[in-house]
């Protein structure tokens, strides 16, 4: 029987969402703990509700990486953090990311994608998936050549430990990996005042919004990096599979970005994310008591006939989409743009290069993850 969380790695997981969302919107679920929220309004709901915290209110840092500079780091992150602390430097972070140069970053991806082919007959797909994004946004950073590959290296092994399933061995490579982001990128966020790009717009965001804590800009600086790394790794990855599945490209220069970004709700990079409730939590009949978790199946709200008309369908260019995949209220991700610039001009170089998309499967198997719907290509 299939649980919402090993519905990720079906290779059609969409029509259990839409039993769930039809059948079963907001219910408890014994397979995974947790009561699911499925259909848009609950969604909605969930991601809204002041009583749901995005970590769990005992244990805002995981207890084994607590005292490391993983733990440092994971406790300043906006994504994992609650309260009026977070909704203030959330705004510094909103901004900084708002002024992300996309053009930029498509033309720093399209060169790394370049460079990759040439050194491979064959595309490097996890590279291209995984190493392109994350040394895109390095280098927005200011992580120029070597500095952009090593902190590539080092995401990787950091994102291990955000997952509860994380094991002892990969919260101490997350806190190794912590330590070294922090060298990488610390005297470039101390230098950052009289530079530009990303680290500049985020110590000026600070300066404007009288913020103090360097340190929590320095976590999130490495938090660019670390929401970078699997959703665009999935946005990528499941844009070349709808390319393999025979979706067309819109015409027009932005075609490329159309088609992303109705990958973003259709097959959505990140499938869901976790509440916990610190406070009674209502949603129509059922009420969630402190303690318990919610799970926001983001990916089946995306595909709720009431919230997107003929839902299943693949149309790039929707107007004025309900889309769930970057969240909402004071945690919505404000790297969609980013997202989607990276992806569009990944995808295009490697049509540009003459490779076929029929040389993928149309079902790709899928990489074990909790959240995650990333293709082994």
């Known amino acids: 029987m299939t649980s919402p969380i090993e519905a990720i790695r079906l290779p059609d997981p969409y029509p259990y969402y839409a039993t769930l969302t039809a ?72 901004e900084a990311l708002g002024r992300a140069d996309t053009t930029a970053a498509a033309a720093l991806a399209a060169r790394l994608t370049r460079a990759s082919l040439a050194a491979s007959p064959d595309p490097r797909f996890e590279e291209l998936m995984f190493g392109v994004p994350a040394r895109v946004v390095a280098g927005l950073c200011g992580l120029d050549a070597g500095a952009d590959e090593e ?60 913020w103090p804590d360097t340190a929590a800009l320095l976590a999130n600086a490495v938090g660019f990096l670390s929401q970078t790394y699997d959703a665009t790794a999935g946005l990528i990855g499941n844009v070349l599979v709808a390319l393999a599945r025979g979706e067309a490209v819109p015409p027009g220069d932005d075609g490329l970005a159309q088609l992303a970004r109705e990958v973003v709700r259709h097959d959505a990079p990140i499938q869901n994310t976790r509440r916990f409730a610190a406070e009674p939590f209502r949603h129509g009949d059922a009420e969630v008591a402190p303690g318990q978790t919610v799970l926001l199946l983001l990916a089946a709200a995306n595909r709720d006939p009431a919230a997107n008309p003929d839902p299943h369908a693949f149309r790039p260019g929707r107007a004025e989409p309900a ?44 990489r074990p993850s909790p959240n995650a719907r990333i293709p082994h290509l």
């Open 23 to 94: 059948e079963r919107p907001f219910a408890y679920d014994e397979t995974v703990g947790a009561w699911v929220a499925s259909d848009a309004a609950a969604v909605t709901a969930a991601l809204h509700a002041g009583a749901l915290r995005v970590r769990p209110p005992a244990e805002p840092v995981p207890a084994g990486i607590v005292g490391t500079a993983a733990g440092e780091v994971f406790g300043s992150l906006v994504r994992m953090t609650d309260g009026d602390l977070q909704r203030r430097l959330k705004g510094v972070v909103v």
């Open 151 to 210: 902190a590539a290296r080092l995401i990787g092994d950091f994102v291990q430990c955000i997952p509860a399933s994380a094991t002892a061995a990969q919260q101490q490579a997350a806190a190794r990996a912590a330590a070294g982001l922090k060298e990488l990128m610390g005297p470039r966020l101390a230098a950052a005042e009289a530079g530009d790009g990303l680290l500049h717009d985020l110590v000026r965001a600070a300066q404007r919004a009288d």
């Open 323 to 366: 889309v769930f995949t970057f969240g909402a209220a004071a945690h919505r991700c404000p790297g969609e743009d980013l997202a989607v610039a990276i992806a569009a001009a990944v995808a295009a170089e490697l049509l540009g290069s003459g490779w076929d998309p029929a040389t993928l499967p149309a079902r790709p198997d899928y």
